[in-house]
Each structure stands twice: as C-alpha cells, then as structure tokens.
C-alpha cells in the first residue's frame, strides 16, 4: 500500500500563475503553448489534483484548457466514492476510459461528466508515496491513443517531479507549463497555405533561435535543419498529401554553436473549416524526451544514410554520437578501434578529460585490452553485453556508466573491428527497443568504420602522392617572399591536378608558375606531375617565359592525352622588379600595390595547353614597385557551383585589400578563408616583392675570339676591379677570368659573353657560352696530364661556383667574399663594354 502524503492542497491556482512572491518569474510556457501540447495528445482540459491537509480527498489546484466546472469535474475527489480518479491515487496504476466506460459510472464524483467525453486518470506518485492525480479530458468517444497515453504519462511524470520539489522545500510555480518546460515538449501551428507557423518557446530554444529574432515563418525553422533532413519535413510542409494526417519523424537541427541535435516531431492535420484554414498541429521534443516505440525505425534509417555519407573515421565517429548519446539520454560514448590486441580510441564525448575515468585519461587513445577484461571477454563473444546500475565491474568501465553500461562489439566481415561503449550516470532501463537499436547500430557502425578504414587509407595515399608532385619547400629569394597553399578538394579522390612552382632561375630571376589540368582525379594528378617537371625544365634551361609555355604545350599535345591544363607563368627580375607574364587560358594573376589598392593584372591570354600545337602565347611586361603582393590562384578558389566567376575574384580582391602585407603566410590564409566544403582543389602562390636591400653593380664585357682573348678579358677585369677599388683581391679573380675564359674559348663555339656582379660581401665572375654542356671536373689528375687542373682552382680559390643553363647555351660562375662594399667608398655605375 503506498504511502499517502507530500503535497497539501492550498487551493486552486490559475494556470500559468506562480504563488505569492513569485509573479515576477514570467513561466517559460504560456496557456496557449500548453493547451496546444494537450490538444495533440487528443485532451481538452488537463487538471491537477493533490492530496488536502486532511487526508479527505483529492483537491483541484491547477486545471489548463478551460474550467473544470465547464466539463462537469468537481473541484474535490472522495477516496471512498468508487470514481476513475479515486481508484488511480488509491492503486497506483493509470485509468483510461472511452465515454462508454465513463457512463457506466453512474453515481459519484464523476457522474456530472458530460456525456460523449473520455477521461484519463494518472496518479501522481515520488519515492514510493502518492502524491495526487493527474486528470485529462478528451473529446474523442473512443479515448486516448496509445502514442498520445505515452506523452500524457510522461507530462504526468513531469509534473510529479515538480509536485515533489514544491515538498522539498521549493519555491511554488505554475505546475502544467513548468512541468512542460521540464519535459522540454514544444509545440507549434502551421498554416500550410501561407508558410507561417506559431511556435512556443520550447520549439525555438530546440532549433537555437532566440524569441525575438524569430519572424513566424516556417523557412526559419527549416533554415536551422540539417540539409540532408529535409526532405523529412517536407509532408509535414504540404498536409494535402494522403499520408500527412498523422507524421512522426526525427531530424537534425544545428544550432548556433554548430552542435548537432536530434529532435522529434509529431504532428497531425486539422482540416479546413468554414472559419479555419487548414492546421498542422504538432510537438517538438528533443530525441531523449519522448521514448520509441518498439515499431520506430526512423532513427536505423537515418544512421543507415548518415553513416552512408561518413567517408572517414572521424566522420563516423560523430554520427554515432548524433545517433547514440542525446537520442538515448546518454551521458558519455566512446568509440575505439580494435587493433590486434590494443583498442585505438577515435571519439570520446564529451571530449573533456575530467568526464572519463582516471585510467582512460591515463591509457588512451592506445589502450590495452589486457587491462580491462571484461570488455576482452565481450569482444571475444561478439555480441551486445547490457550492464545494470551496481553491476561488479571493472573501474575502467564502471566508471564510464555507473548508472547503466551498454558495450557494442562492431562485426564486419566476420570479425570485430572496434567497440562502442555507451554509459549512463543515472540508473537507466534497457527497454526492448532500446536493445533492438543498440543492435542494429553496432552492425553498421561496424561495416562503416571498415569503409571508412579504407577509404582513409585511399586518401593517405593520395596525400603522399599529392605532397610528392608538388615541391617540398620553395626557395628563399632576394628581395622578396614567396609563400605556396595548397587544399584537396573534399569529394573523390583527394588529389587533383592544380599545381604550383618557384623557381630559381639565378641569383637575380625567379618564375612563378601555377597551373590546372583538368579534374581531380589519380590521371590529373599524374598529369600535373608531368607538367610541372617539364615547366621547370624548361625554365631551367634559360628559355623566355613564352618559349617555356610554348614547349609545354607542344609536349602535352604530343602526349595525346584526353586532358588539358591551364597555366600561368611569371618570370621576375627581383633586381629591377620587371616582371614578363605568359598566361594559357588561366585565371589572370591579382596584385596588391604599394599604396593597398588590388586589382587584376591585365595579362592577355592564350589557348589552354594540349588544345592547338602551333597556339602562340603572348608574353606581357609590367613593373612591379616594392611592396608590391602578387597572387596567383587557380579557380577553386574564386569558382563554385554556388559562386560566379567574377564575383569570386571581387571577393578574393577584397580579402586582399584587407590582408596585411607584413605576414604573407598569414595573408595567404586569409585569401583562402573558410573554404567550407570544396568542390575543387585550391592552390595559391603568393609573392611579396621587397626590392634589394642592396642593389649590385655590374660590368660585362663580350669576349672576341681572338689568339689574346684571356688577356683582353684579364685586362677589362683588371679595370673594372680598380674602379671598384678591390686591387686588393685582382690575383684571385684574374685567375679565376683566365680560367673561365680559356675554357669557354677553347672548348666551345660561339659567343663568349664574362659578367663581374658585386653585391654586399662578394664578387660574382661568371662567363655564357653558347655550349649547353657542363664542365666536368676529371676524376684523376696525374703528372703527365696537360689539362684538368682549371677547374681545381677556381674550386679551391672560391667560396662558392657552379653551372646553370641559360639561353642558349651555359653560364659557369664563381663568388669570391670580399669586404663590405660600405668600406670601398662610392662606386662606378653599371658598365656594359662590348
């Protein structure tokens, strides 16, 4: 027999009305928002009933959807008269009674019911006592429904807990839209034919949209859900369709803090009347509010597509926590990977260390499964082990649910890929449909964590051959700063065929170059390899920029691929700042000036390469001053399905305009932006061209062929060196002239061209010939040998020398260091001697 006591019964208070004292707390629920509530569960009046001071019945003290008196319910029960309501306080066990049932009582405290209603009788019940009785209303002759006797148990529930915290000491309130609010059960009125909807607090709090900057219309609610849901939502949108009068369904809503969660509707339709349009009424809850039913399969359904759309671990990872930990109430899921005998964690939420155990913190993410037997033992067995509150385990497990433990072995190809822990810190149920979806998650979280496996390890691969085609490091350069982005697209193969290059074309030029072969795919990617060796060779070997764009595009036409790519190629004189541009039905390259003003460089154009093999391609100058930003990028960037051309580099202009200069990594990051989920790779090449910090006086001489050629050239070099007041150092480079000059003479043909550079601490000599072929120093150099040794001697006499192509042919030079040029005095200007 329970115990009878708690609340007294202090007279009947209107709904949404507080208690003395309590007025300025404004209820989070109003009437309206309740009535709504109790109109779906198939009720027109809810009512409160509480024990009085004198153990002699049960009082009204609450009643919401109209006056008691109106539906012929009397403002106190007898527990000694034989009434629905009686019988549920004294037994503990709800009654629910069609309008048949309802008149058979004749006599008593409900015989003044009017005819045709139905009534429902729920006590109201905390540790163990009876508390009152909750009492509902409804004008359906055949009673309440089982889906709408399961929200009105659970409103009952709620409103016990309130009842029991007004005992313990807490301050009053309204009882029906508090305990609402507690149950966080909203509800809503949509007008089909015009869009709008009347939703209450709890429904905007759930969709994370503040009272205040909602608009009534039912695209803002939409606006908030997850795209992939809905097409869910879309019958609740059109009522006419034959199957909207009644829907249940679940979706996802993000809120402003980007958190993913899942709610439940229900909703039925209210047809047209003479003096109403037609209505869809309908609640909202989150998941863990309202329990399945053992026939809903909503929630396998949106895993099955959720899981689907996973392509990696991590992917997966949060769809079962979206799936698992809020729909089930749960307070902490874990998923882990099983590698031979060790358990690789790939999600804990929450992620904050303090809500695991100690030894968690301590072992993961590479945790031994030795140290916790008997989640060994339920990985052995494979199949679903459900722990209890107070179930002997383990403190590595006990701990993660001290309230309920459910550990979920993940079968896929006939083994067990990993494990899914799920942990409650209350005492929690496992009811049959909870055990059905548990099952059901872990065989396809199972056989989606092994897709997800491979697919990573596609994309792993991917990665490696992505960072192996494109260069590791871009050089360091005088007078300026280079700096290279590069992002996969997020669909198919991570790989694609932007690229990019810097390359150092001599101690004063470099090139840019960036450039797109069609697609994104394993054959792009191989593509671009080709490309961008056959660019630097090209360049590397002294050729104009137009005659480097050229030869890559009779190359790719040779190739007969299916393929085509775009480039654009910029050779810099980072001495002068002229910079030459050659552009092959690429993007036009954007520059940022001195003064903050951007703008596209007006570049003219040619055929992509692979289209035309005699396709020309103009070559363009411009002047470059310091402080000047050049950006190369390709159009991933600035195009996509949702973005226009043109107004994608205007974008890119302006993040430009307001990057600042004085970072250009963090400026390229700011270009970039939040790329969201690309539908193309991205790569950009930016450059910030500072001048020299010091700029290098030069002097050449063009070397005639004649039997005293060494000594004409020893003779300008003798002349230049005075000049620059370095007689101090005229042995070693003479040497080092007689040496480079003899042997361009001797062993080449053609013109032979001697350049002197002095720049800060060193004196470049370097002789062009027409000979593509580099010295080679010889292996051996004996007594008897009669040549050999030149080489050894510039090598032993400088402090750096070596051989780069040029046009036409070669350019051997040597540094030698010398003081700083500050303490020679001033210096002759630029000399050209022919």
């Known amino acids: 027999m329970p115990h009878f006591g708690g609340v007294r019964a202090k007279g009947p208070r209107p709904h949404g009305a507080g208690a003395a004292g309590t007025a300025a707390l404004a209820p989070v629920q109003d009437a309206a928002a309740t009535e709504r509530v109790l109109a779906f569960a198939g009720a027109t009046l809810a009512a409160v009933f509480t024990l009085g001071d004198k153990l ?21 029960f007898t527990l000694s008269a034989g009434s629905p309501v009686s019988d549920a306080f004294l037994t503990g066990r709800p009654q629910w009674l069609t309008s048949a049932a309802l008149a058979s009582f004749h006599e008593g405290d409900t015989a003044g019911i009017r005819a045709g209603l139905s009534l429902g009788a729920l006590p109201l019940g905390a540790a163990n006592r009876q508390l009152g009785c909750f009492v509902v209303v409804g004008d359906a002759a055949d009673g309440f429904g089982t889906e709408q006797r399961g929200l009105l148990k659970q409103y009952a529930d709620a409103v016990a807990d309130r009842l029991q915290a007004e005992a313990d000491g807490a301050a009053p309130l309204p009882l029906l839209s508090t305990a609402l609010r507690d149950l966080r059960v909203g509800s809503f009125v949509l007008v089909p034919d015009t869009g709008l909807v009347e939703a209450d607090t709890t429904v905007l709090e759930l969709f994370g949209i503040a009272p205040d900057g909602f608009d009534g219309k039912a695209d803002t609610l939409l606006a908030h859900t997850v795209p992939e849901d809905l097409p869910t939502l879309m019958p609740v949108m059109e ?40 209505q869809v009424l309908g609640v909202v809850a989150a998941a863990s509010a309202l329990r399945r039913s053992a026939d809903d399969v909503s929630q396998v359904q949106w895993l099955t597509a959720a899981l689907d759309d996973a392509t990696t671990v991590r992917d997966v990872g949060q769809v079962v926590v979206s799936a698992l930990r809020e729909p089930l109430g749960a307070d902490r899921v874990a998923l882990a990977e099983l590698q031979d005998d060790r358990l690789a964690v790939t999600v804990l939420d929450p992620p904050q260390p303090v809500a695991w155990p100690r030894t968690w913190r301590a072992e993961w993410p590479d945790a031994p499964i030795d140290a916790l037997p008997t989640l060994r033992k339920a990985l052995r067995r494979g199949r679903m082990s459900l ?79 992505q960072r192996s085609l494109l ?38 030029r470099v090139a840019l170059v960036i450039g797109d072969v069609q697609g994104h795919s394993a054959a792009a990617a191989t593509m671009m390899g080709q490309m961008r060796t056959a660019v630097r060779a090209y360049a590397v070997e002294g050729h104009p920029p137009d005659v480097v764009v050229s030869r890559a595009n009779r190359l790719l036409v040779g190739m007969e691929s299916d393929l085509f790519a775009t480039c654009c190629y910029v050779e810099l004189d980072l001495e002068e700042g002229n910079a030459w541009f050659v552009r092959a039905g690429h993007l036009p390259p954007l520059v940022r000036r001195p003064d903050g003003s951007t703008g596209e460089v007006q570049v003219e154009g040619g055929l992509p390469l692979g289209v035309l093999a005699e396709a020309e391609f103009p070559m363009t100058a411009v002047t470059l001053a310091p402080g000047t930003v050049l950006v190369l990028v390709t159009d991933g960037l600035v195009e996509s399905a949702g973005l226009p051309l043109d107004e994608g580099m205007h974008r890119t202009c302006d993040a430009l305009a307001a990057a600042d200069p004085s970072d250009p990594g963090r400026m390229a990051d700011d270009l970039l932006g939040d790329a969201g989920r690309r539908e193309d790779d991205i790569a950009l090449l930016l450059l910030r061209y500072d001048g020299p910090k010091v700029r290098p006086v030069r002097a050449g001489y063009v070397v005639w062929r004649l039997p005293d050629a060494v000594m004409h050239a020893r003779r300008f070099a003798a002349r230049t060196l005075r000049a620059w007041k370095m007689t101090e150092h005229a042995d070693a480079v003479l040497l080092i002239v007689s040496e480079l000059v003899t042997n361009a003479v001797v062993h080449t043909q053609g013109a032979v061209r001697l350049d002197l550079t002095r720049a800060a601490d060193r004196v470049r000599v370097a002789v062009s010939d027409s000979s593509p072929r580099a010295p080679a120093k010889p292996v051996i150099v004996d007594w008897e040998a009669t040549g050999g040794r030149g080489l050894l001697l510039i090598e032993s006499m400088s402090a750096a020398w070596g051989s780069v192509p040029v046009g036409g042919g070669k350019q051997v030079w040597s540094e030698i260091v010398v003081p700083d040029p500050a303490d020679a005095g001033p210096a002759e200007g630029r000399g050209d001697i022919a």
């Open 56 to 76: 002699d019945g049960l009082h009204l003290v609450e009643a919401a959807g109209g006056t008691a008196a109106s539906f012929g319910l009397p403002e106190r």
């Open 239 to 278: 009522p006419s369709l034959p199957t909207s009068d009644h829907r249940e369904l679940e979706f996802r809503v993000r809120r402003p803090t980007g958190e993913l969660r899942w709610l439940t509707l229900s909703c039925r339709v209210r047809r047209a009347t003479v003096d109403r349009p037609e």
């Open 387 to 465: 722990w209890p509150a107070g179930a002997a385990l383990e403190p590595g497990l006990s701990e993660i649910g001290p309230g309920a433990l459910a550990v979920l072995p993940l079968p896929a190809k006939s083994r067990v890929t990993g494990v899914c822990l799920v942990g409650w810190d209350e005492p929690h149920e496992f009811v049959p449909a909870e055990r059905s979806l548990l099952i059901a998650t872990a065989g396809l979280i199972g056989q989606a964590l092994m897709r997800a496996h491979a697919y990573d390890a596609e994309q792993e691969l991917a990665t490696m051959l």
């Open 471 to 508: 260069p590791r490091r871009l050089p360091e350069l005088p007078g300026g700063v280079a700096v290279a982005r590069y992002l996969p697209a997020e669909r198919g193969l991570q790989v694609g065929g932007d690229w990019y290059d810097v390359i150092a074309l001599s101690e004063t």
